[in-house]
């Protein structure tokens, strides 16, 4: 598994629930070390024993977890590198949405040896989609949901989400747009600021 990937678990058990508890969750996980380090490889099965015990202490179920992680990765201010990455997908919450089946490709260009899931986007009309997502280990489409509720409030779009969990190797989300301009969404420019 990569290493951003359990860097992502730690921060965002260290951000949201206090260092105290990663240290907790690092031992009890039998890891050995407290930091992950973002750009090496480690197996699957360590990412595994840390979300288990990461729900143990949080009393949360994975897809819970996951989809959570998914919302920290949007909306924390330690992850704005992602939203950024994410916003560049469009003007709006339908543009951005159109964009998700090269989201693994613009990841890749950030990191060359990130590989996410495979996204495919079916629109079945012009305020109901189906994004599925073809991953292993399964739960990807967990973390999906997240980033997918977060980025319609960043956008200012109300939406259902309902997620389906994973059936012969793909995870799927409905997704049904209310209104593409419910609220005011989250500032973003496309070039940083001078100081």
Same mark, same amino acid.
């Given at each position: 598994?990569?290493?951003?990937?359990?860097?992502?678990?730690?921060?965002?058990?260290?951000?949201?629930?206090?260092?105290?508890?990663?240290?907790?969750?690092?031992?009890?996980?039998?890891?050995?070390?407290?930091?992950?380090?973002?750009?090496?490889?480690?197996?699957? +099965?360590?990412?595994?024993?840390?979300? &288990?015990?990461?729900?143990?202490? %949080?009393? =949360? @179920?994975?897809?819970? /977890?996951? *989809?959570?992680?998914?919302?920290?990765?949007?909306?924390?201010?330690?992850?704005?590198?992602?939203?950024?990455?994410?916003?560049?997908?469009?003007?709006?919450?339908?543009?951005?949405?159109?964009?998700? +089946?090269?989201?693994?490709?613009?990841? &890749?260009?950030?990191?060359?040896? %990130?590989? =996410? @899931?495979?996204?495919? /986007?079916? *629109?079945?009309?012009?305020?109901?989609?189906?994004?599925?997502?073809?991953?292993?280990?399964?739960?990807?489409?967990?973390?999906?949901?997240?980033?997918?509720?977060?980025?319609?409030?960043?956008?200012?779009?109300?939406?259902?989400?309902?997620?389906?969990?994973?059936?012969?190797?793909?995870?799927?989300?409905?997704?049904? /747009?209310? *209104?593409?301009?419910?609220?005011?969404?989250?500032?973003?420019?496309?070039?940083?600021?001078?100081?």
């Amino acid at each position: 598994m990569h290493g951003l990937i359990n860097r992502t678990i730690q921060g965002f058990v260290s951000d949201t629930r206090g260092e105290t508890l990663w240290r907790e969750v690092a031992e009890r996980a039998e890891l050995g070390f407290v930091e992950f380090e973002a750009m090496l490889s480690y197996d699957a +099965e360590v990412t595994e024993r840390v979300l &288990r015990v990461v729900c143990a202490q %949080l009393n =949360l @179920p994975l897809e819970a /977890l996951l *989809e959570d992680i998914g919302t920290y990765l949007v909306s924390h201010e330690n992850t704005e590198a992602v939203r950024r990455l994410l916003r560049f997908g469009g003007v709006d919450f339908v543009e951005f949405l159109h964009s998700l +089946e090269d989201l693994p490709d613009r990841a &890749r260009l950030a990191v060359d040896d %990130l590989r =996410l @899931p495979q996204l495919e /986007l079916c *629109e079945h009309a012009m305020d109901h989609f189906s994004l599925t997502v073809t991953s292993q280990p399964v739960g990807f489409g967990a973390v999906m949901l997240g980033v997918l509720r977060a980025m319609a409030d960043d956008y200012g779009a109300l939406v259902i989400l309902e997620y389906f969990p994973a059936t012969q190797g793909s995870e799927r989300i409905e997704i049904q /747009l209310i *209104e593409a301009a419910f609220a005011a969404g989250r500032g973003f420019e496309l070039g940083a600021r001078a100081v």
